[in-house]
């Protein structure tokens, strides 16, 4: 069996992993793209957009990492897109274009019922509106004994973390203030929920921590 | 003139800066000594504390460089000891001994007056009742042109910094979750502070912060 893991998620020194007021033009909120920075400049990320170049330091090593053994992704509508409400924009496929770089089944909770749809490179979006607990049933059927990574945003791996269902979560920290937005860890005990294995890896960008219960 | 800083304070990766339960027994409350390991294992603190030994690294660097240029050193009562209300018991001292590690005037924020202190190696300790404005210009008197240092705790640098008084602040993020506690950057908003500038020194045991404004 696979784990059930957040990876390489970003979170600033004051604790938000997204700014506030998602919009098309800003796709992780205001300032969210100040959390990235350290992975933006990596080659890993940079040949993943297409373009040459890039660090090849420990940054690029853990998030060259992110992208292995995963056998589905998990995640919330609002990283998935800006649309809210019903799917009138049947048009929108993520923010990621054609060819998506999960290459995996990808499990998106919503509200909202909507058709599976199969984008290039073997990604395909599939739409969940009875909860993390399906979604998760879902994911391992498809996985193959990988790994299912819950992609994010906050609000959907702190329903994860509270529902006990993350074995292991690397975390990012970024030297930058956000000031305001969704805050990762407010009101969560990592303590109490058994993380107290902490791993500390630092690249040039950011601080990394992986986060395994005891 | 010095500076207003706040110097090696340490935090949790979920944000908290002392535990909970502040008693005798445990002066930085539940599993508050968590996040100071960092600083307990470098040869500043251990000499400090009349022991030999002691790593040399990076975070005792930092730890060491605390002391550089201190004129005077504001703290909460809570960092002062774990006795509350009136000073009944004159006799406490502070959690330091006869010969505390700040050899500077001290001043200590409470609602009680109390006469102030001559302890030995230079440091007294002077009790403000008039709030925290006060206590600065008090500090700046006898600071003799050197810094002055916010010593903690959170609710004590909370409240300096909302009063846009703090130049420079070193904050030291250590690998540990306390899951509950005194959030020291909690609804407060660095970025609109203009705490914009942020320089990143990673130490063996904790990654440090000098945060200083546009």
Same mark, same amino acid.
């Given at each position: 069996m696979g784990k059930i893991l957040v990876k390489h998620f970003s979170i600033s020194i004051? *604790? /938000? *992993?997204a700014g506030l007021s998602q919009s098309l033009e800003n796709p992780l909120g205001i300032y969210g793209t100040d959390l990235h920075k350290w992975a933006f400049v990596t080659k890993t990320f940079r040949t993943m957009i297409g373009e040459s170049g890039g660090t090849e330091g420990v940054d690029n090593g853990v998030f060259h990492n992110t992208f292995k053994n995963v056998g589905a992704v998990i995640m919330g509508r609002n990283m998935f897109g800006p649309i809210r409400g019903n799917w009138k924009d049947v048009e929108w496929k993520g923010w990621w274009g054609e060819n998506p770089p999960f290459h995996v089944p990808v499990f998106v909770l919503t509200h909202h019922e909507r058709e599976s749809m199969e984008m290039k490179g073997g990604t395909t979006f599939n739409f969940i509106t009875s909860g993390i607990k399906s979604a998760l049933e879902e994911a391992k059927k498809v996985a193959q004994g990988k790994d299912i990574v819950i992609g994010g945003g906050v609000s959907t791996i702190r329903q994860f973390l509270e529902a006990g269902y993350i074995d292991e979560m690397e975390i990012s920290l970024s030297p930058? /203030?956000? +000031?305001? +937005?969704?805050?990762?860890?407010? *009101?969560?005990d990592m303590r109490k929920l058994g993380f107290n294995k902490i791993v500390r890896t630092v690249g040039e960008g950011a601080t990394h921590f992986v986060l395994t219960r005891d």
């Open positions: 004051d *604790g /938000f *992993g930058v /203030f956000l +000031g305001s +937005g969704e805050n990762l860890f407010s *009101g969560i």
